[in-house]
Structures are given as C-alpha cells and as structure tokens.
C-alpha cells in the first residue's frame, strides 16, 4: 500500500505544535533542562573531568580496598544519572529489536567518546546533523513498519476499526518504544497525530506519521528517568527504569518480554530478583557482544585498524594484517573473560588466537594455528610473549608510522590499566615526536624528554613504562636491536602498588598482573560503562565497595556485573540538584 509522504512531510510542523509533550522535542527541554533531539547542547565538561582526580600522578587506583568505616555507615549516595542519549550502537539495537530493522546510523555522525567509552552521557551531544538523521531514520522506519502491520499488531482494522487499531498497536509498540508505559495523556496526544495523519491521507498514512513520532520522540532517542524531589532522600529506580539499566548496561538494548514482565510484576528490586535477572542476561548472545564492546573501547582495540605504517620500512604491515591482529586480540580477551575471569590472565596469559597468518607472524608452528573458523588457540610458551601487551594489535596501535612510542605505550598503562590519568602538555608546547633516525635507538631519540624540565614531569610516568615494550618494533614484531644498538628496555615502574625495576616488557608485565591497583581500575573501567560516566566524588564508596567485592571474588571479572548492578549506584536516584 502506497503511503502519500508529500503529505506526512507537511503535517510534521502541525504535529509538533500539537503534541505539547512533543512539543519539547521541537523547541523545548526535558528532565531538568536537557536540551534534546533538534538541539544542540551546551557546553559540556570534559567527560573525565568529574571526580578523576585529573592531573594527578601521586596516587593509586586502588592500594587497599577495604572499604573505611565512614563508608560502612554512611548515608546512601548514588552519585548522578545524567540523562543518557542511546549511542549508535544502543540505538541500532533498538530499532532491531523494537521493529526488527536494520543498521540505522551508517549514515550518522559518529559517536564522540567520554572516558574512553562511546557511551559516555557527557559525550553523547545532538547536532543538527544527527538531528536530520534521527529524522530521517524514523520516516524510513515508520514506512516500512506500516507495511506490513500485521507483524507488529494482530488487530483487523476492517472488522474492530481503524482508530482501535491505532490505539493497541500504540499502547504495545509505545510501551517497548519508550520502555515504560504510556500515559494516558501520552496515548491521547499520539492518537490525535494519527488522526491527523489519517484525515489527511490514509489510515496507513495516519498510523506512520503516528510511529515516526514515537521514533523521534526523546523518551525513545533518551534514557529518561525520574528523579526525587530536591531536598528528599535518593530512592529506588522504577521497575521500568531498572529494566532498562540492566538491558542497556548488559545488552546495549532495550528490555525484553521477560524484563517487560518484571517490570509489570515490580519484581526487579530485590538481590535475589536482580541476581536472578544477570544470570539470565549472561547467557543471551547480546551479553556477549555487549561486553566485548566494553572491552573493545577501554583496551582501543581498534587502534591497530587505524594505525597507518611506513611502507618502506614495514612491508608486511596491510589492513589484512591488521585486522587479523584485531580479531586475535578480540578473542584473546573474550576468551579470557568468559572461560578464566581473572585479570592476571588479561596481562599475563600465555595463550592466543592466531591463523594462519599471525602464525607466522609470531612464530608459530602452522600446523597447530588454524581451526575451521581460521584461528585457534595456541601456546606461546617459551615465546617472548605475555597477555594482551605483546601482541600486535596494542603494540602497532600505539606506535607512530616509522617508529615504536614508549610515550603512547606507557600512556595507556598509566591511563587504561591503572586509571591514573596524564595532565595534558602545557598549551606552549608543540607535539612533535622525535624523527626517525636509522642510525639511532628509539631510547636515544626520546630520551630528550628527560632533559626537558617542562616535559619530564609527565613523561618520567608514561616514557620508562613505554621503553619495556622496546623489544617491539612499531607494528609488533618481536625484535633484539633497534637501529645499531641492542634492545634496551629496562626501567623502574612507580606510583603503584607493585613498584621497583624491570628488565623488559615481560617482567613489567609480571608485575602489572599481580598489582591490586590494576585489579581496581578494571573496577573502575566497568563502572564507568556500566553508569555512562566518569566517577565523581560522591562515588567515592560505591567504588570503594565494587573494588572490596571484586577483591572478595579473587578478581574475577565475571563477578563485576553482578556486584555494579547490586550497588547503590544502579539501583536509586538521588534529588534533583544534589549532584553536580
């Protein structure tokens, strides 16, 4: 059936002056003044600046976590909920799950990142660019929808009329859409667009424009919660919003049938109800590739697709290359999650994935690399190989063209593995790595960081870490000279919790996968993802606890979702205005 869009394009402005509650999407704000789709938001501050202790080198991730008695006692503090927009990964999700669509965002600007992670609130702004996608992504979706109604509504049109069609296929489809139920001014103001729509052309017409709505609508594009009244206690989340924080944190989509039931009943709220919920979200495919995002943006896994290398001096350096580095290092940290658990394995695993490809690339015997997908796992004893830093994909993703980084390399250990962030350099300063000079070390070349007053301050935390990694080249490969000198990769690792001298990248390696202030930034990395945003100063103790319970679970990361979603953060609110 034809739907008449010159029309449905000329009723969108009536539409949105006559949805009230629409009508924000249009001009106005939502949930304490968040600009929303259409708008482009203010100003936000830097999605690491909240609580992050930023441009600080003297502490620790996590020396001790016991947690002090003043938390022990103290009052509930969730910290903030920001109002979260779906990122493209969340909404395509969505979409596929609420209408069985395809890839909405191709087409979309991309996602920036807060923190590392593309689900940042902070991060997530609207332009008018993605505005226009969001528009047009729904009228598409809506047309396809109402062609082929009967898989979203049971309801015959002919025998039980139109408009009470329109009304179930609302209640249903608005329900899952905006992942709560609708109100009855909600279903009023809906069924007056379609009635608009349907006057105009056809009921097909009236019940796509009426759909598109639903598609635009900022409590589908945003994660919208209620809040406590200033000056009240923090409270629980409702059934529905629980609902979507355990989806979205452990699906990267919308509830299902069953959270949906939940919901319906109030029985997500309990430990033994909530518990119940993980364990049966873990089991579902979507957990899996949840997770592996998580993993995916918090190690820059995608770094190494995205590394360009001189071809004249690294010739076997491809995008096959590249992604087969990817690949690896993807199952590698799947493989550990889901089947070992514990951190040290992440850093210290003497196993990988290879085919036939980094066979060669890492020396191994061909005939036990490939399997029927193309990789399989292998042994790497006895190679100069340990966990997720000696392989290729951390190591070419964070080097330059010609030449390896012990700046970007030591940069993410301090960063990513023990959550002590890197001031940015001075505004005066020009970014410049030394040249490339054959004739010279990698070491020799850098090491004019430290004769620099102005550079050593940073660089004496994130150079020495980056020079364990020297007997890598820049897209990898294991290496004993470096220009006309032998490789040199000693150094002394400080501010944590297992200080003191290495030799080489392996035994920096050794050291990092036994320290607890690692085991506590991958605490901390979870709970970044799992809230959308960075750890402020009133998380100070739900932090504490994560660190304390994972600590009780030997670190075993399997335990992390279940000890985020059992925490005071994910299940209350706090006031309007108590958070900044």
Known sequence: MLINRPKIRALRGAACLLLSGFAAACTGAVNGGQPLPGQSLPAQPSAGAAGSNAGSMTGSAGTAPVQSLACASAAIQPGRSPLRRLNHIEYDATVHDLLGAGQQTQNFPPDEQGAGFSNNADALTVSSLL????????????????????????????????????????RTLGKRAFRRPLSQDEVTRYLALYKLGRNAAAYTDGMSLMLQALLESPHFLYRVEGAPAAGSAPAPVSAYEMASRLSYFLWGSMPDDALFAAADQNQLATNEQLTSQVQRLLQDPRAKTSIATLHREWLELTSALEAPKAAMLYPTWNPALAADLFKESQLFVDDVFWNDGNVSSLLSGSSTFVNASLANFYGVAPSSAPQANGFGKVSLAGAPRLGLLTQGTFLAAHAGPDQSSPVRRGKFIREQLLCQPVPPPP??????????????STRERFVQHEKEPICVACHANMDPLGFAFEGYDAIGGFRTTDGPHPVDAHGTLSGTDVDGDFKDGLELVGRL?????????????????????????????????????FADKHYDMRALPLAIVLGETFRYRAPIGDTP
């Open 131 to 170: 505005a226009e996608g969001y528009q047009s992504a729904a009228g598409k979706m809506a047309a396809d929808a109402v062609s082929h109604l009967s898989t979203f509504s049971s309801c015959d049109a002919t025998a039980s009329g139109e408009d009470t069609c329109a009304e179930q296929l609302l």
């Open 427 to 440: 505004n005066n300063i020009v970014i410049k790595p030394p040249t490339y000079d054959p004739g010279s």
């Open 513 to 549: 996968a036994t320290s607890k202030d690692v085991a506590a930034c991958v605490a901390t990395q979870w709970f970044r993802y799992a809230h959308g945003r960075t750890e402020g100063d009133q998380d100070s103790c739900a932090v504490a606890k994560l660190e304390q319970d």
